[in-house]
């Protein structure tokens, strides 16, 4: 067995290890991290695949971004564990069998693409950086692909934005357009007044005290 084979095996263990544990972890914050770990050892897989882009990809998008929303999201809210985890030994033993069902059609899947031989065109491609052959093939082969899911992407997240905004009444906020259309005379009202000058009150002397 050389090295990388042996690496493979030591980051395939911890990534089902901690995949394991994501699912069975009591604390949602500590599913969180092994998520985490899980993503990190996959890009080591990637990396022993020589699929370089794809595995700092996974780092820089997941772990780095994603994860760490989902981390404070997690530690921000007030979650109760005990009723999200009502009936989940019920549904374990479906939520398993449809588990391995997926595993296994993967494996099937996967496995006979690694059978078929690879066609003349891609010979060349192996002397080809990964980045740059993930690029040609991207915006040469799957360039309608990509821009059909960029266009659901845009779609998703005007759908999202749309659905979840909410006027509220007790929110003071500006509107730009009102604010452009404003005139001088609805700001600023000159009014001219006279000056009215108020006699000022003279207090009583001592004298006239006396006097009275």
Same mark, same amino acid.
């Given at each position: ?21 994501? +699912? ?17 050892? !996959? ?35 007030? +979650? ?9 030994? @019920? ?28 066609? @003349? !065109? ?35 997240? +005007?759908?999202? +934005? !749309? ?20 005139? @001088? ?8 007044? !006279? ?18």
């Amino acid at each position: 067995m050389d090295t990388t084979t042996a690496l493979f095996y030591v980051f395939s263990a911890v990534l089902l290890f901690a995949s394991f544990r994501v +699912i069975t972890a009591r604390s949602p914050v500590h599913s969180a991290l092994y998520l985490v770990l899980a993503f990190f050892n !996959a890009s080591c897989v990637w990396m022993l695949l020589h699929a370089e882009f794809l595995a700092i990809a996974l780092v820089l998008v997941y772990v780095g971004a994603v994860m760490v929303l989902f981390l404070f999201v997690v530690m921000m809210l007030d +979650i109760n564990i005990d009723l999200l985890r009502q009936g989940f030994w @019920k549904h374990f033993p479906v939520a398993g069998v449809v588990g391995a069902i997926i595993a296994l059609e993967m494996a099937w899947v996967l496995q006979r693409g690694f059978d078929v031989a690879a066609p @003349k !065109a891609m010979e060349g491609a192996a002397q080809m950086p990964n980045t740059k052959m993930l690029g040609v093939e991207i915006y040469s082969t799957y360039v309608y692909p990509l821009q059909i899911a960029a266009v659901l992407l845009l779609v998703g997240i +005007i759908a999202a +934005i !749309a659905l979840t905004l909410r006027r509220r009444k007790d929110v003071k906020g500006q509107d730009p357009a009102q604010q452009v259309r404003a005139r @001088k005379a609805d700001r600023v009202r000159i009014v001219k007044m !006279a000056p009215v000058v108020e006699q000022p009150s003279v207090a009583p002397t001592d004298a006239s005290k006396g006097q009275a």
